[in-house]
């Protein structure tokens, strides 16, 4: 990877990380890497193997494309989302499922009444 990519990826890394309310040693530990490489990881210095990669995505619920881009879209989200129910117990995907089909027929009705 170039120094850029480098540090964008580390950039995004900490803020992955810190969202799962992690600690660099408690990641590096899961990634069976050394605090001081991760460290070295998340400031752009140091890139990751392919293993340790994807040991990263799964741990973290996190796709790939949000760890090397520059900006938060709709498909970023999206993406989450997805990392976040493949992580999900089977059994809890229908439940989850109408949740959020409830979710979304609430919102259109206060769009709705917010129109008028």
Do not use: H, W
């Amino acid at each position: 990877m170039s120094k850029e990519l480098n540090k964008l990826f580390g950039k995004n890394l900490r803020k992955y990380r810190k969202k799962c309310g992690l600690t660099q040693e408690e990641l590096a530990s899961k990634l069976q890497v050394s605090t001081s490489f991760y460290a070295n990881v998340e400031c752009g210095n140091k890139a990751m193997s392919l293993e340790s990669l994807y040991k990263l995505i799964n741990g973290l619920g996190v796709n790939i494309n949000n760890l090397l881009s520059e900006e938060k879209n709709q498909a970023s989200d999206i993406n989450d989302i997805v990392a976040m129910l493949n992580k999900a117990p089977e059994q809890d995907l229908e439940i989850i499922k109408n949740m959020v089909r409830c979710m979304l027929k609430e919102l259109a009705k206060q769009r709705k009444r917010a129109k008028i």
